[in-house]
Nanobody, 122 residues
Framework: EVQLVESGGGLVQAGGSLRLSCAAS????????IGWFRQAPGKEREFVIG????????RYRESVKGRFTISRDNAKDTVYLRMNSLKPEDTAVYFC???????????????WGQGTQVTVSS
């Protein structure tokens, strides 16, 4: 059974930090790019940051540049999202997804986690 399980979400004050984890199982993790997406109430799901299967390429949305970093540990089948200098507008449910290509397009990802809530208070 394919699974992606996110963890690490929570409530944090503006300016604070969180680290999200995405643990994968049931597929060949090394063959897949991993993307993090987020969805706020009433808004569409949006690409946040992603890393290629070989860890050589990362992509991110401009609004998180310099604040969010992504890393992956292929030995542990886990991807991490480090979020610093959090802002209230970062509040959303964060999802990790696995796909054959590193892309900003959600529909091109094959597997999705259930999401973890991140709430940033002002």
């Amino acid at each position: 059974e394919v699974q992606l399980v996110e963890s690490g979400g929570g409530l944090v004050q503006a300016g604070g930090s969180l680290r999200l984890s995405c643990a994968a199982s049931g597929f060949t993790f090394d063959d897949y790019a991993i993307g993090w997406f987020r969805q706020a109430p009433g808004k569409e799901r949006e690409f946040v940051i992603g890393v290629s299967s070989d860890t050589q390429t990362t992509r991110y949305r401009e609004s998180v540049k310099g604040r969010f970093t992504i890393s992956r540990d292929n030995a542990k089948d886990t991807v991490y999202l480090r979020m610093n200098s959090l802002k209230p507008e970062d509040t959303a449910v964060y999802f990790c997804a696995a796909g054959k290509l590193l892309t900003r397009t959600p529909d091109l990802y094959d597997y999705w986690g259930q999401g973890t809530q991140v709430t940033v208070s002002s």
